[in-house]
C-alpha cells in the first residue's frame, strides 16, 4: 500500500479510538491532520506520533458541531496539503437513556453523532470526487446495529450515521471512494466506561482493533468494497 503523500483526517482525535487511529496511520506514512475539542489532548497525540518518528501532524482544535468552523477547517486543510485521502468519522458522544432522555441531550448526541459527520462528509466528499479516490470509514457502532434497552437515545444516533454510510457507500463506491461503517461493541475507552460497560477492560475490544481493521481494509484490492464491519466482544454475542 503506497501512502507516500496521502493525508487522513481524523475526528476526535485526542484519546481512545480516534488516537490509536490517527498513530497508527502516522506509522503507516500518513500525513495526519488530527480534530478534536480537547487542544490539550491533540497536543498529546500529535507528540506521541512525533516521538514515534512520523511526520508532524496538522492540529486543528474544533468543535465539530460548529458547521461554519468545519468548513473553515476543510478549506484550509485542502489549502495546505491539497487532498484529503482517508477520513475518519470518530468524534461521538454518549448519553444514557431512551425516552427518559432529557430532549437537549437528544438533541445534542444527534447533533454531535450524525449531523455534524453530515456536515463534514458535505465538506470532504467532493475534495475526494475531484481526486476520483478516497476512503471514508464511519466509525459507528454495535449500538447501530442493536436498539439496546436503556440507550434509546445514542442508539437512534449510530442508526442514523449507518443509514447514511450506507447510502454513501452505493452513491460513491462507483466513482472509486469506499466508505464502510465500522460497528464495534465495548471498547476499551473512557466513554465505556462513563457509559457503564459491564466488561473488565482486558476483555474489551482494544482501541488499536479499531486501527488494525482499517488498516487491513486499506490494505484490500480496489474491487473489494466492505460495506460495514461489526466487531463484538465474547461477552455481547
Given amino acids: 500500500m503506497e501512502t507516500q503523500n496521502k493525508v487522513a483526517l481524523i475526528t476526535g482525535a485526542s484519546k481512545g479510538i480516534g488516537k490509536a ?19 490539550k489532548g491533540l497536543d498529546e497525540t500529535s507528540a506521541e506520533i512525533i516521538r514515534e518518528g512520523c511526520p508532524a501532524p496538522k492540529v486543528f482544535p474544533m468543535d465539530i458541531t460548529h458547521s461554519e468552523k468545519v468548513k473553515e477547517t476543510v478549506a484550509q486543510i485542502v489549502k495546505d496539503v491539497g487532498r484529503i485521502d482517508v477520513l475518519v468519522n470518530n468524534a461521538g458522544i454518549y448519553f444514557g437513556g431512551s425516552l427518559e432522555l432529557p430532549e437537549q441531550d437528544f438533541k445534542t448526541m444527534l447533533d454531535t ?6 456536515v463534514l462528509l458535505q465538506e470532504v466528499v467532493p475534495v475526494m470526487k475531484q481526486q476520483q479516490s478516497g476512503y471514508i470509514f464511519n466509525i459507528a457502532s454495535r449500538s447501530g446495529k442493536v436498539g439496546f434497552a436503556g440507550s434509546g437515545g445514542y ?10 454510510s450506507e447510502s454513501l457507500y ?17 471498547v476499551n475507552t473512557t466513554m465505556a ?15 488499536d482493533d479499531l486501527f488494525e481493521t482499517i488498516r487491513w481494509l486499506l490494505n484490500l484490492s480496489s474491487g473489494s468494497c466492505v460495506k460495514e464491519v461489526v466487531i463484538t466482544n465474547p461477552a455481547s454475542l
Avoid: D, H
Wanted: charge should be positive; proline fraction near 9%.
Fill in 193 to 207: 466506561q462513563q457509559a457503564g460497560s459491564p466488561l473488565p477492560p482486558e476483555t474489551m475490544i482494544q482501541p
Fill in 21 to 39: 487511529i490517527s498513530i497508527g496511520l502516522a506509522k503507516l506514512g500518513y500525513q495526519t491532520i488530527l480534530t478534536g475539542r480537547n487542544a
Fill in 170 to 186: 452505493n452513491e460513491l463506491t462507483p466513482q472509486g471512494i469506499k466508505v464502510t461503517a465500522l460497528c464495534p461493541a465495548w
Fill in 113 to 118: 453523532n450524525l449531523s455534524a459527520q453530515f
Fill in 155 to 164: 442508539c437512534a444516533s449510530k442508526f442514523g450515521l449507518i443509514g447514511l
